[in-house]
């Protein structure tokens, strides 16, 4: 099992320099090797790896980067020519993939080596990274297993963090418990469920959301080019981190919440088509983060052993969850469900029993299990367990 965990850096002045200098480095190999690729002067995996022994011949600079984390940037290649290939395959239009400027490039990673931790007794500990420096940082969780991969992230806000995957050997037996609930995702109540309990966005949420437009409105009347706006520029960077890991704490707690307490967990499969469907609710919000809470609920489950299963949100609204009248129509604003049979409750509610209906007889007249897709299988680090839980502005 593999666990990401999350830590802020704070190296010295001269420690950055050393991590923007390595950035670069690292920007440039990616770089070369795509030129090379993209000329088809090589092609093979394997042969751009030796490309790059080569190219340290002539720039002896680059011997100051650890060589697995240079060895890292064809692997990226290489992983983003397959991203690429696949969403070809889904019938969308792609183009090829680009040079990274200065502003994309935003990440280096050791693989297997050439790192190691300190924990001193002091208040910091230490992230030693093999051609750069020790670097201070907070370990506020302990790392089980065995490290795989550290990957360094420069924010815009100026900030730096490092993405540790570590992996266990243990096995997961199923939960024991055998609470049931399904759960509808909306933008008056953020959560409710079968049992009648709800949850809003949390109010600190909504105001740092009512700051980032006062200080966009800011950004936009900066005279272009200037120091401002460059400086007002980290100013909303800044917002947008601290917005993403608010919410994202929230949505952890509320996810950690149902793990708890049920051991199977209906939801809504939503899909991106839904939302175009609806431009309405696609101004919230909430729509990047119902899928993250959904992807946080399936990532928590596989190591608890419980059962999340996604059911067709089809109609789930209309249907009356006592008789299952199919069509109790309401409206967008209508926040009640009323039914000829006397059934009279939040339409939320109504909804979360419909979710949990669904998903018992989706179980009942199929065999094939509902795939859940782990979190980490995609891309490293997405998602990241850790004091203040975030990821999600890249
Ligand atoms: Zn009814």
């Not at 042969?47 to 011949?57: A, G, P």
């Not at 994309?104 to 500990?125: E, H, L, V």
Request: net charge positive.
């Amino acid at each position: 099992m593999q666990t990401a965990y999350k830590f802020r850096l704070y190296p010295t002045k001269e420690q950055e320099q050393k991590l923007l200098w390595t950035l670069n480095k690292c920007r440039y190999v990616y770089n070369f090797l795509l030129d090379e690729l993209n000329n088809q002067r090589v092609i093979d995996k394997a042969q751009l790896q030796e490309m790059i022994t080569d190219l340290k011949r002539i720039e002896p600079d680059l011997k100051n980067v650890h060589s697995k984390v240079l060895q890292y940037e064809n692997y990226r290649l290489f992983s983003n020519l397959r991203g690429l290939a696949q969403t070809k395959k889904k019938g969308r239009k792609v183009g090829s993939l680009r040079f990274k400027g200065k502003n994309w490039f935003k990440t280096f990673t050791y693989n297997q080596s050439g790192f190691a931790i300190m924990q001193n007794q002091t208040r910091y500990d230490k992230l030693w990274l093999s051609k750069i420096a020790e670097i201070p940082f907070i370990m506020h969780r302990d790392i089980e297993g065995k490290i795989k991969q550290i990957m360094i992230k420069h924010y815009p806000s100026g900030k730096w963090y490092a993405s540790i995957l570590a992996e266990t050997k243990e096995e997961i037996k199923p939960t024991q418990n055998t609470n049931k609930v399904g759960i509808d995702l909306g933008t008056m109540n953020y959560a409710y469920d079968s049992d009648g309990h709800h949850f809003d966005n949390p109010k600190h949420l909504d105001k740092s959301l009512k700051k980032l437009r006062k200080e966009q409105q800011k950004l936009s009347k900066k005279k272009k080019g200037s120091q401002n706006r460059a400086k007002q520029r980290i100013q909303v960077a800044r917002i947008h981190e601290k917005i993403a890991n608010q919410r994202d704490d929230f949505l952890h707690k509320l996810s950690r919440y149902y793990i708890n307490n049920y051991g199977y967990i209906a939801v809504e499969d939503l899909q991106v088509s839904n939302m175009v469907r609806h431009p309405y609710l696609a101004k919230s919000i909430s729509d990047a983060s119902w899928s993250r809470f959904i992807q946080m609920l399936c990532f928590k489950a596989e190591r608890a052993g419980c059962t999340v299963v996604k059911v067709e949100p089809r109609g789930t609204t209309q249907k009356c969850s006592n008789c299952g009248s199919e069509e109790v129509h309401k409206e967008l604003w209508n926040r009640l469900h009323k039914c000829e049979c006397g059934l009279e409750l939040d339409r939320d509610y109504n909804s979360a029993m419909n979710i949990l209906k669904r998903a018992l007889g989706q179980e009942l007249s199929e065999s094939t299990p509902v795939e859940i897709v782990p979190l980490l299988s995609n891309e490293q680090a997405r998602s990241e367990k850790q004091e203040a839980p975030c990821d999600s502005w890249e």
